[in-house]
């Protein structure tokens, strides 16, 4: 662990915990952090340098975005030939754009959809991944088993690994994490900086709280991650405020159908994100592709299935050689969910077959 404040303090105890992992080496320029680490048993034990901590079969940096890219690069340099380095910053697009493609080939961007409003390893814990989409951005040249030991690292700590290309990422995050951040701020401010001769936030309720809870995130990490994201989070801000006026222009004309009608939309796509919060109760389904020797493969079918929302349980892949090239097996839950899979695969031009998870 390069970094063991909430995200890698929690990485290390899952690992510990639910992964069965005996040895977790953890580095931090801060002293009181790695006392606090090896306390809490977040790490068995401390390293003198970025280059000791990256000594290990899977490496995560989890120090803040601005010093990712540098931080993976150093880690690649030393990591032995097996070994997998990956991340848990917010933004993946200037990671991948800056690696080569030897560094791609086990260099692996990912981005957790989890933590909490507290920071540091005193709040660490090891159910921290369990359930989180996590996203997972490999390159081109990013080879199939280091995918899979990363892959089934995640799938152990109880976590939901997701493909996605790195740019879309970045588009996407600016819309449900990186804008909400700045909405929460901008709120909170403009509630408790109010004129007039009652204090709002003596009078807020739970509604103002939700929306408010990750208002005043760590200032410097969260500045970076706006720096970092900015074309992406610029597009999103302008289309909030493009839904902004329209609710502007229906109130001024006091419009009552046109505002039910902007309240209408949103309780829709509510329901959809509820219902997408649901697992089906179906039993496993498998697809298994055939697959060339050829980078980008292994990229293209799981930013493929991720794009379209096709959540993947479970993968296993078999190499049989560079003329043959080797076998996907995906597993997905329900029938349908397997029937799209396995169209879109077939669409790219795989030799797709499918069955029961289990025989």
Known sequence: MVGVGLMGGSLGLAARELAGVRRVVGYSRSPETIAAALERGAITEAAASLEEAAAADLVFVCTPVRLVVEHVRRAHAVAAPEAVVSDVGSTKAMLMDALTADEQSRCIGGHPLCGSETAGVGNARASLYEGATYFLTPGTHVRPAAFQKLYDFLVQIGARPVAVEPHEHDRVLAVVSHLPHVLANVLMTQAGEHPGTRDPLLCAGPSFRDMTRIAGSNARVWADIFIENREALLAALKGYRSGL???????????????????????????????AESLAADKLFRIMVKIPDRPGVLQQIMVALGDAAINVEDLAMHHMSAELGGELTVYVLGGGVCERAAELLGVLGYQVTTGRGVE
Do not use: F, S
Not at 246 to 273: H, I, N, P
């Open 245 to 275: 006026d329209e609710m502007t222009l229906a109130l001024e004309a006091a419009d009552e159908g046109r505002l039910a009608a902007l309240v209408g939309r949103a309780a829709r796509q509510r329901e959809r994100l509820l219902a």
